[in-house]
């Protein structure tokens, strides 16, 4: 199967910097991997910030939190025109829990967000983050992985290398820059872009 990738609209405004909140490569690299498509003039560069959220945020809530935080705080670190945070985090419900992620973009014309897609956890790792464990290291742990999430993370483990960290991470990435690879379509009150 073939897909056609559509080029971002002629002349859009582009910074020639983006911050993101954060040293791990999973994520400055998932960052450089859709700017080198969206705006291939960009530079890149990660900055240490801290999230505002436990190590191992809980639930949607939190996990955006960090993420929110993340891109306003890198934006600011550096002086940047863009922000971008990504923050895992476990959905935990009563009989289970979730990997999931949420990609923030603090950016002139606002704050965009988006959520990745999730996966199930198995019990022994759900357990262990239920009792107060951060999950990369758990899964370090119980995997024999060297620092998981600088590399496939548990989803790369769990998915037999099909889906890897930094790919999900471009995934919610691309998400969050929605609007701001078409802000015609995102600007309130329009009935159709360009009216």
Request: aromatic share 4%; net charge positive.
């Amino acid at each position: 199967m073939n897909v056609q990738r559509i080029p971002p609209p002629a002349g859009h405004p582009w910074p020639p910097r983006v911050a993101v909140g954060s040293l791990n490569p999973t994520k400055v690299n998932a960052a450089a991997r859709v700017l080198a498509h969206l705006a291939p003039g960009s530079a890149v560069q990660g900055v240490a910030v801290a999230s505002g959220v436990r190590d191992q945020p809980l639930g949607w809530a939190e996990t955006t939190c960090g993420a929110v935080v993340r891109a306003t705080r890198a934006r600011e670190a550096l002086s940047a025109p863009y922000g971008i945070g990504l923050e895992g985090g476990v959905l935990l419900t009563k009989r289970a829990g979730w990997l999931m992620g949420v990609a923030a973009v603090a950016a002139p014309s606002g704050l965009w967000q988006a959520r990745g897609g999730t996966i199930q956890l198995p019990p022994i790792m759900v357990e262990r983050v239920r009792a107060g464990e951060e999950l990369g290291p758990v899964v370090d742990d119980l995997t024999g992985l060297t620092e998981a999430k600088a590399g496939m993370g548990a989803i790369g483990w769990l998915t037999g290398g099909l889906v890897l960290r930094e790919d999900s991470w471009v995934d919610t990435l691309a998400r969050a820059l929605a609007p701001l690879v078409h802000p015609e379509w995102y600007r309130a009150g329009l009935s159709r872009p360009n009216a």
